[in-house]
C-alpha cells in the first residue's frame, strides 16, 4: 500500500471500517502525518510503529477497530489516554464535537500538539499533558478510549461515563489484552469482550 487511500481501502474491504463517516475520517487523516520521519516509508503498512519513547503509533486496523467500536457522533464529547503522535485524536476529531486527549510523556505532549494543531486552533482538540490513568478531572464524557493496556479494569474512568456512554479499553498483559466495550446503562456497567491486541501498558507516572 502506497497511499492512505489504499490503506483506508484495505480497511474496509477487510471489515475493520464498516460506517461510511469512519471511513471518510480516515481518507482525511493521512497516516503518514503521524510517523516519524524515519518510518515515513512504512506509514500505509498495517503494523505498529515506533514513535520514540518506548511507544508505538497502533496498526491501522486496530485504530479502525476500535473506533467502530466507539460509535463516535457528532454531538459526542470524548476522552482519550494516551496521545501518542495524535492520530487517534485526529481521527475522532473529524467525527465528534470535540476530544480531550492526554499524554503523560511531555515530548510526545508537544508532538501531538504540534500534529494537532489545525484541531486545536478549530476548538475540537484540547491536549493536556498529566496522568489521567485513575481519572481525569470531574468532567464526564460520552465516549472514552485508551490507546494503551490497564492490567486491571479502570473503574475510575468508567466513572467519567455519561448515561448510555461507551468507553473502549485494552485490559491485560500488554500482549495478550481483552478489548473490552463499557456501556453505562442506568448508572450500571456492562462489559463486553472484543477479542485479543497487543498493547504498551499504561504507566501511572508523569515524564
Known amino acids: 500500500m502506497q497511499s492512505n487511500k489504499a490503506l483506508v481501502g484495505f480497511l474496509r474491504k477487510n471489515g475493520y471500517i464498516k460506517t461510511n463517516q469512519i471511513e471518510q475520517a480516515f481518507l482525511d487523516v493521512d497516516r503518514i502525518n503521524f510517523v516519524p520521519e524515519i518510518e515515513k516509508n512504512n506509514a500505509y503498512y498495517d503494523y ?11 496498526q491501522p486496523s486496530t485504530i479502525a477497530r476500535m473506533t467502530e467500536l466507539l460509535q463516535p ?18 481521527i ?78 485494552p485490559v491485560g498483559p500488554s500482549q495478550l489484552c481483552e478489548m473490552v466495550v463499557v456501556c453505562r446503562h442506568d448508572s450500571k456497567i456492562e462489559q463486553t469482550f472484543h477479542g485479543y491486541y497487543s498493547f504498551v501498558p499504561i504507566l501511572s507516572d508523569i515524564e
Open 48 to 58: 505498529p510503529l515506533p514513535i520514540g519513547f518506548g511507544q508505538t503509533i497502533s
Open 73 to 90: 457522533s457528532k454531538e459526542h464529547e470524548i476522552l482519550e489516554i494516551g496521545s501518542g503522535s495524535g492520530y487517534q485524536a485526529a
Open 92 to 169: 475522532l476529531a473529524e467525527i465528534v464535537r470535540h476530544v480531550d486527549t492526554v499524554e503523560r510523556i511531555k515530548k510526545l505532549y508537544d508532538i501531538a500538539k504540534k500534529n494537532l494543531s489545525r484541531y486545536i486552533r478549530s476548538k475540537k482538540v484540547s491536549v493536556f499533558h498529566e496522568d489521567a490513568s485513575k481519572g481525569f478531572g470531574n468532567k464526564e464524557y460520552n465516549r472514552i478510549i485508551s490507546t494503551a493496556a490497564f492490567n486491571e479494569f479502570p473503574e475510575k474512568l468508567a466513572e467519567h461515563l455519561t448515561e448510555g456512554g461507551i468507553m473502549v479499553v
